[in-house]
């Protein structure tokens, strides 16, 4: 079993910037690969970024890619979203997720099933 805290969300102008931390309690958080995903309001969750157990391998949507950057320290069992640019449609609630399936492809980052979740954070991006 593992649990996850998301924080860091908040309230930022168009082309601010925030980091998401993602902070998990597992003993084996460092074979997890982890995920974030988020929802805007009246919308499905989507997928936004993954990494790798190891943190060798990331994967982004093509929305966020050049803009956000996701990243992990296993010592800290925390994994990092950081968040440059930001627009008005990145305006969700922000999850982080875990999982130790066998992962290879985007399709099983972004589709693949997470058996862990965060309970989210609030990121607002308005002028």
């Known amino acids: 079993q593992v649990q996850l805290v998301e924080s860091g969300g908040g309230l930022v102008q168009p082309g601010g910037s925030l980091r998401l931390s993602c902070t998990a309690s597992g003993r084996t958080f460092s074979d997890y690969a982890m995920g974030w ?75 693949g099933e997470y058996d862990y979740w965060g309970q989210g954070t609030q990121v607002t991006v308005a002028s």
């Not at 990243?71 to 999982?99: F, I």
Request: hydrophobic share 35%; proline share 3%.
């Open 37 to 111: 995903f988020r929802q805007a309001p009246s919308k499905a969750r989507e997928f936004v970024a993954a990494i790798s157990w190891s943190g060798v391998h990331t994967y982004y949507t093509d929305s966020v890619k050049g803009r956000f950057t996701i990243s992990r320290d296993n010592a800290k069992n925390t994994v990092y979203l950081q968040m440059n640019s930001l627009k008005p449609e990145d305006t969700a609630v922000y999850y982080c997720a875990a999982d130790d399936r066998s992962r290879q492809y985007f399709s099983d980052y972004a589709l």
